[in-house]
């Protein structure tokens, strides 16, 4: 029980028993005054009748006698009168048997009164002329009884009812800081750090809630330095000083992630001639102006076409990762690339190309080194084309265009045409913590994984539609599979739509009972470009999510407390090298304790041998996932 639900409880028994207490002296006194009361009622009856009676008795009128014990009788409270005539031995009595009115019976079974009652000799000088006798009725002193005690209960109820509520509305006020200071713990021991708390004007609190807000600053100060420190150490190994791009290193290991997944699209290489020409005519210093320039465009260029991998391999060539495969569109980005670069150049010396483009499209089997290569023969031939873009001619066989995947989307998204399965996550400790669901589209007997359609989803706007029916066909598998826990991945583009949250908010509605046992894997990339936006439908979710591909943008380290993932599946390029002798492993440790330090859990991706998930175990990662666990038919 709380402590404020301990000091209303006690607060109230104790007003309680002062009720009672008083209650029951008061209930007492005033039934020994209307007993009293009673009694002495009674005895002045008897006196006064006995005078009135006396004269008739004397001269033995019995007719005169009976009216005035009639008048007594009838204008007061009483059971019995009852007069015996010693002279006719003949008895008057009036008596009034009914029970007391405007009571309840079980109050009246009580037996609280018991009447009153006299009786005196009437005599004249030494001469005894009768015997009266008279035994008050308990009916008023009941009913007297019965109303000022019920008045008196309802205002000790209306009482207490006001001192419950003074009571709670006093105590909420006091203890606020104790709830302050009890949800600033529990942030903190999920690594969460809270806002700080108002110094409260309670001496002994105020020192408290002091110490709290201090250790909460100092966790979130010591937070911060670690990503900070995390960010400098892949900085220093992955990323270009001068534009702030990604380097060579950065390249290769995202690269083996994205080929080895399997996953469409190209190798866009861009030389940069310009910057020969800064260097010559203006200087080192406007070279490399020129270099950050051009890299910023670039990236705003990228954040068009969805997943990317951007970075500087040498002074004056920049190398695109993207998902694109059409050849016409590539040619476009091209000529995009080199207009913006034209465009950055002012009055040059010459009218030659201030930049060429060439393209390499990603086939099966390809490596990093074997594509760049294609793509610098590429390059070479776009020197000597007029647009300064060329596209290498070899394309992939039985490659479907972008209007064949659409109709191909749709057609699974109308009739439900999804294959499903899923690969499990496992700890370290052999405990499984989830499956992660990939969906796939059979097409004339060959199944299209989810890399094949996912940039066409992205282009025609059907991201938000594929999410919302795979999440709902999850949680169905998940009412009818009680031992099932499901990661569903997201597209960037349903990231960023407001309705897309909305209805996930509805469809999860309808899915109470099972929606806990659902996980959402939001992409880095949806983090990269306006993380702001998603730190309050995040934080409305009513299930537990992840951010997937984590480590491919710079700069997130720093904002991950802010957002409070549940867990964080480092990128393969992270992973993929571990086995090799001059591994660095120092950033992905520190990534690791980064997110251990805000609550999140670690998970490496595509681990395929037992070598690297015993190398995995000493690097502080929690679980891990790949094809060491082949995924399995769902449905």
Sequence with gaps: MTLYRQLLVTMLLLFALLFVSAYSVQFSSTRSYLSQQQEFMVINTVTSLGLALTPYLESEDAVGAESVINAIFDGGYYRKVELQLLSSNKTISRENTAPPQRVPGWFVDLNLFEGGRHQAVLTSGWLQLGQLYVEGHTGHAYYQLWRGMSWLAIWFVVSFVLVWGLLVLALRHLLKPLHEIEIQAQEIEQHHFGKTIPLPATRELRQVVSAINSMAGKLEAQFEEQAAEAERLRSRTFMDDTSGLGNRAWLMAQSQGWLGDGRDGAVVLVSATVLDWLYREEGFEARDQMVRVIGKNLRQLCRDRGEHVLARISATEYVMLVTESDPASLKQLGEAINRRIAELVKDPDDERN?????????????????????????????????????????????????????????????????????????????????????????????????????????????????????????????????????????????????????????????????????????????????????????????????VDHFGRHFDLLVHLGKLRPGYVKLDHGYTSQLQQPDYNDAFLAAVCRVAHSMGAMTIASRVETGEQVERLKSLHVDAYQGYVSPPGRLC
């Excluded at 992939?396 to 439900?416: P, S, V």
């Excluded at 400790?429 to 199944?447: K, T, W």
């Excluded at 996930?504 to 099972?514: C, K, P, S, T």
């Design 354 to 546: 201030m930049s060429v483009v060439g393209i390499a499209l990603i086939q099966p089997g390809d490596e990093m080194g074997r594509l760049l290569t294609r793509a610098d023969h590429a390059l070479n031939r776009a020197r000597m084309d007029e647009t300064g873009v060329v596209v290498e001619a070899r394309q992939l066989r039985d490659r479907l265009g972008r209007l064949q995947w659409k109709q191909l989307l749709e057609q699974a998204l109308e009739q439900d045409g999804f294959e499903m399965s899923a690969q499990a996550v496992m700890g370290f400790d052999g405990e499984r913590c989830h499956d992660e669901i990939f969906v796939s589209i059979r097409s004339e007997g060959i199944a299209y994984s989810a890399d094949n359609f996912l940039p066409v989803a992205e282009q025609f706007g059907l991201g938000e539609r594929l999410d919302l029916h795979v999440i709902t066909r999850a949680l169905r598998m998940l009412e009818h599979r009680s031992e099932l826990k499901l990661a569903v991945n997201l597209t960037r583009q349903s990231c960023h739509q407001e309705g897309f949250w909305r209805k996930l908010a509805q469809i999860l509605e309808r899915y109470e009972a099972v929606r806990d046992r659902l996980l959402l894997e939001l992409p880095e990339s949806a983090f990269a470009f306006g993380w702001e936006r998603l730190i309050a439908p995040l934080a409305s979710l009513k299930v537990p999510w992840g």
